[in-house]
């Protein structure tokens, strides 16, 4: 790496997906620069957990404290009687300070112009050369989020003509997360199967079951051999980051409005990682592994590098989720700020001395730690029975009422 490049360079944005709360204060305790989030019925994860309408302004008031960004997703088909409901939300939107609406569909973006909100392309839109990017910052679109497809090679060329044609709009790239088996946005399985719609944000994944194959003579049902027909691997870019930065990419975004805040915690913090060793150059193939490490112990279906180099090669999932778990073990009775211990009350399981532990709560970021003291009535144990009270010192704040889960590879 040229000594010149850090200094050429910009620091890409990172931004984190935020589907409820206690992935949102994850995300932004994890070092993200600004977060997307939808608002319940009008979402790509309309399953996630989501927010409501009314909730838009004090999210963008916890953002603004903390000198962050915030985006709000209204990527999916708008159908003629949502418009007015879209009018709403938008104006909502406007009021709270919103840093730009995630959309495709023309009418919101009609909305979006008319009430002046900054427009981010979504990737279901499939942008993928610098004609429809030229077109779409015509329309009024700030930053566009190309489609997964696109290679590395084809984005460096992209980023070229804008600069050429002094094109004012950003570029958006995914780095991390779930992809499709189909082009983005154009499966129809779930369509079909359950009328529950991926553009309308209700996808039910069936690309992720397990298939069985039934002969026409009925003599014979087969499960599927290691590979599960339909299932992508997630996309990982960590091997490649610097790479990514070097090509000019504004933002990096992660992908996951429906994974968990540990998921968040783990992947936001591993790219925060990597973004900063980049520009401070230490980013060596020693600590990518390391990064890497970290980032199986969250929900994966195996990591591919997407379409980045070409159309990805063994691209098929071999797995369906992580090999790691969270078992819920209880939730914090009290905790003394003076002496950072925390009370919990073991509702579901024992707890022994050295076990992992999760603490989730709203306004909680999703925090491990190790359980390498236990107390009972002030005096050390090395196990505490389910349904007892166990005193754990932490090297972070939590609050009664936070969730306390073990941490564990899956058995």
């Not at 990805?312 to 797995?319: D, G, I, R």
Request: proline fraction near 2%; include cysteine.
């Amino acid at each position: 790496m040229k000594k010149t490049t850090k200094y050429i360079l910009k620091k890409p944005e990172l931004v984190a997906p935020a589907g409820d709360w206690p992935a949102l204060v994850t995300a932004i305790d994890s070092g993200a620069d600004s977060v997307y989030f939808g608002v319940k019925g009008l979402n790509m994860r309309n399953l996630a957990g989501n927010f409501d309408a009314y909730e838009i302004e004090k999210i963008m008031n916890f953002l603004a404290a903390r000198k962050k960004r915030g985006y709000l997703a209204l990527n999916v088909i708008i159908m003629e009687h949502e418009l007015k409901k879209v009018e709403t939300i938008l104006k909502k939107a406007r009021q709270a300070g919103i840093n730009g609406v995630i959309l495709w569909d023309m009418a919101v973006m009609n909305i979006a112009n008319k009430l002046k909100l900054p427009v981010h392309l979504s990737t279901q839109a499939s942008v993928s050369n610098s004609a429809a990017l030229e077109s779409f910052a015509h329309f009024g679109a700030k930053r566009v989020v190309l489609a997964r497809e696109c290679t590395l090679t084809e984005i460096r060329k992209i980023i070229k003509k804008k600069t050429e044609k002094k094109i004012n709009c950003r570029i958006e790239a995914f780095i991390h997360g779930a992809m499709c088996i189909s082009i983005s946005g154009r499966c129809f399985l779930s369509s079909y199967s359950s009328g529950k719609s991926a553009n309308r944000g209700e996808c039910l994944q069936y690309c992720r079951r397990e298939f069985s194959v039934k002969d026409s003579e009925d003599e014979g049902n087969y499960i599927l051999g290691r590979d599960y027909a339909l299932s992508a691997k997630d996309l990982c870019t960590i091997d490649f980051i610097d790479r990514l930065i070097e090509a000019g990419i504004d933002a990096f975004k992660i992908e996951g409005r429906r994974r968990a805040p540990e998921y968040v915690k783990v992947v936001t913090g591993v790219y925060r990682r990597a973004i900063d060793a980049y520009f401070e150059g230490n980013l060596t193939a020693s600590l990518k592994k390391q990064l890497k490490v970290q980032l199986r112990r969250v929900f994966n279906r195996g990591f591919s590098s997407g379409f980045y180099f070409g159309a990805p090669q063994n691209a098929l999932s071999a797995q369906l989720g992580n090999t790691y778990e969270k078992v819920f073990l209880g939730e914090v009775v009290k905790f003394f700020k003076k002496i950072n211990v925390a009370e919990i009350h073991l509702q579901n399981k024992p707890l022994h001395k050295g076990q992992e532990l999760l603490f989730i709560g709203r306004s909680t970021p999703a925090s491990f730690t190790k359980a390498e003291e236990l107390q009972q009535k002030h005096e050390f144990v090395n196990n505490v029975k389910k349904g007892e009270l166990a005193g754990i010192k932490l090297p972070f704040i939590v609050k009664p009422k936070d969730k306390v889960f073990l941490w564990r590879k899956k058995q």
